[in-house]
């Protein structure tokens, strides 16, 4: 039987992987889900900030991958509307899955490009309508819904929100009456099993970033944090530099830390490498403004790495599962408590808590419910 056809469109698509999230969240459908759905993804064909095509692929054609997914890898030439409108119409697609809010070429072009269609239209909001994110670039970002809106580029569309503050994101900033469906975005299908090498002693501490090195991760946030922290701690932070000037201040501060402080940034690491890297470290510390999902947290927790991140995740209640605390940023004084707390915990202390997060990780990554609801998204 012919499986049904969607498009989908995505600035970044594997085998890049320095966007994080929402290259992750793409990824991780398509795994789960390209046995039943016929996913053809137009991105383009260089990584986030990268400046050199993928090698090996074809750009400006449909490239058939492995599991069957087929991929237009577009070139900064190939990207235009007479091309997109090409795609858009050259199939009979049962959907169109349009990744984020703001990208010009993969959510708007397509949006008002499609206005007025039957085509089903599905934008998975990917955290860009959260309270932090829509801080930075506030009026721009205003005007743009604005303009989109008044275009009737939102009309009969279906919006993806993973978490119910999205939800109610969507409602505020596009419309009370949108359509919005909550389907949670979806783990890796295999992360592994928790690692039983962690070893714990008290006045020691490795803590793990990976996330870009961004206003909206909070990097800066979690290097001052440290400036307060007593004994030997290592935070090492992967991920791609977005903002030169930002990693500046991050630096800045880096050599204000006391000393048997260090901050070291490794570079980025490929997403298939992220599982292994989680067993040398005691917890990954993420205290970034918001996220719609946190792959890299759900990643660490069925690792049996426990997280210390903010109150502005769907990961909440951590410390009543023992798997690690979600604290508000308005009181930086309870995170430097906790990495203390941390900083003199011994074996003893720390194996709940490494089990207590391989749980919550396990339990979450083993539910078939959220695959069975993002097919219904898909294809209802």
């Excluded at 909001?125 to 005007?143: E, F, I």
């Excluded at 989109?148 to 503050?165: D, P, R, S």
Aim: net charge positive.
């Amino acid at each position: 039987m012919k499986k049904p056809g969607i498009l989908v469109l995505i600035d970044w698509y594997a085998p890049g992987f320095k966007a994080g999230g929402p290259v992750r969240s793409m990824v991780n459908m398509i795994d789960h889900l390209c046995d039943q759905v016929a996913f053809h993804v137009v991105t383009t064909d260089t990584d986030y900030t990268g400046t050199s095509p993928y090698p090996g692929i074809t750009s400006d054609a449909w490239t058939t991958l492995p599991d069957g997914t087929r991929v237009w890898y577009a070139s900064r030439k190939g990207i235009s509307r007479a091309v997109w409108r090409t795609l858009l119409n050259g199939h009979s697609w049962d959907a169109v899955y349009i990744n984020g809010m703001w990208s010009p070429w993969f959510s708007a072009m397509p949006l008002w490009l499609l206005r007025g269609s039957s085509v089903k239209r599905i934008v998975a909001v990917r955290g860009m309508l959260a309270r932090g994110m829509m801080k930075h670039g506030s009026l721009k970002k205003r005007l743009f819904l604005a303009a989109m809106k008044l275009a009737g580029c939102y009309k009969n569309v279906v919006f993806q929100a993973t978490n119910t503050e999205e939800m109610e994101d969507v409602k505020r900033w596009i419309s009370a009456d949108a359509v919005v469906h909550l389907v949670p975005n979806l783990g890796r299908k295999a992360v592994g099993g928790a690692s039983s090498s962690r070893v714990k002693r008290p006045g020691e501490l490795q803590l793990v970033s990976v996330a870009r090195i961004a206003v909206e991760k909070n990097t800066l946030f979690a290097i001052e944090c440290l400036a307060h922290v007593r004994g030997r701690v290592s935070f090492d932070l992967y991920g791609p530099i977005y903002d030169e000037a930002y990693w500046a201040k991050c630096r800045e501060a880096i050599a204000r830390l006391p000393e048997g402080i260090n901050v070291t940034h490794k570079g980025t690491i490929a997403a298939e490498d992220v599982p292994a890297l989680f067993a040398k470290y005691h917890a990954l510390f993420m205290p970034s403004l918001g996220e719609n999902f946190g792959h890299s947290m759900v990643e660490a927790l069925a690792t049996g790495l426990p997280l210390l991140i903010s109150d502005r995740t769907p990961w909440r209640g951590l410390a009543a599962l023992n798997a690690g605390w979600d604290l508000s940023l308005e009181d930086p004084g309870g995170f430097r408590d906790v990495l203390n707390d941390l900083v003199m915990c011994d074996q003893a202390g720390f194996d709940p808590l490494s089990k207590g997060a391989f749980a919550l990780g396990e339990r979450y990554l083993n539910d078939p419910a959220p695959v069975r609801a993002t097919l219904e998204l898909l294809l209802r």
